[in-house]
């Protein structure tokens, strides 16, 4: 079936780099994708959103960038601080509000 | 954004009981959803509660095992029946109106 999946499953960063997190998907006529942070023991929370008809979105310290010719998403964020150390997924929305999650990605930012 | 209040919030259960979960949402919403998140892993939709009528469960989901209830559109409960450890995860409520998903912090069950 369809899948939403990422290329690392871990990433470490030094704490005031860049960190990028790459998530693929197959399914060509998503038309909504989301970024999600997930701190031990606790919910998703939301992070960033772009839309089918968007290839870059920005938001505080994140970019979300979309390449829908090679089904790529990527999460961008800028100078990482320790509180960034959380597990990141992307999910694929079809439009009626249920959402296919990724694999995730574990960041751990180094002081 | 919703306010999501889930209970329990984690809880050890034997093997052949069945734990009722909670998800209460500080403001009416139409579509409210349950997911599992087994150990180290992602989340997999489980059904989307629906008012006034009975779930829709995704593929390798079912009523008799994963029963929920949604009598308005501020609460909602999903039943774990028969508990095995393999039903050991995090389970999930979200909700959402206009594309993006609100989640609870989840109800960590462990069974042994």
């Known amino acids: 079936g369809e899948s939403v999946g990422l290329h690392l499953p871990t990433l470490s960063v030094q704490e005031g780099d860049n960190s990028i997190i790459n998530c693929a998907y197959s399914n060509s006529a998503s038309d909504y994708f989301i970024w999600y942070k997930q701190e031990s023991g606790k919910g998703p929370q939301f992070i960033i959103d772009?839309?089918?008809?968007?290839d870059k979105r920005q938001g505080q310290r994140v970019t979300v960038l979309l390449n829908k010719t090679v089904k790529h998403l990527s999460l961008q964020i800028a100078a990482t601080q320790p509180g960034d150390s959380a597990v990141y997924f992307c999910?694929?929305?079809?439009?009626?509000?249920?959402?296919?999650f990724g694999t995730g990605t574990r960041l751990t930012i180094i002081p | 954004s919703a306010v999501i209040s889930q209970k329990p919030s984690r809880d050890i259960c034997q093997r052949g009981t069945s734990l009722t979960i909670q998800c209460q949402v500080d403001?009416?919403?139409?579509?409210m959803f349950w997911y599992r998140q087994q150990p180290g892993q992602s989340l997999t939709l489980i059904a989307t509660a629906n008012q006034g009528s009975e779930a829709t469960y995704e593929s390798g989901f079912v009523i008799d095992k994963f029963p929920i209830s949604r009598p308005n559109l501020t609460f909602s409960t999903l039943t774990v029946s028969n508990m095995s450890p393999e039903d050991s995860s995090i389970y999930l409520c979200s909700v959402g109106d206009t594309g993006e998903l609100f989640f609870g912090e989840g109800s960590r069950l462990t069974v042994l």
């Open positions: 772009i839309r089918s008809n968007m």
């Open positions: 999910a694929e929305n079809f439009g009626n509000e249920k959402l296919t």
């Open positions: 403001s009416q919403v139409t579509m």
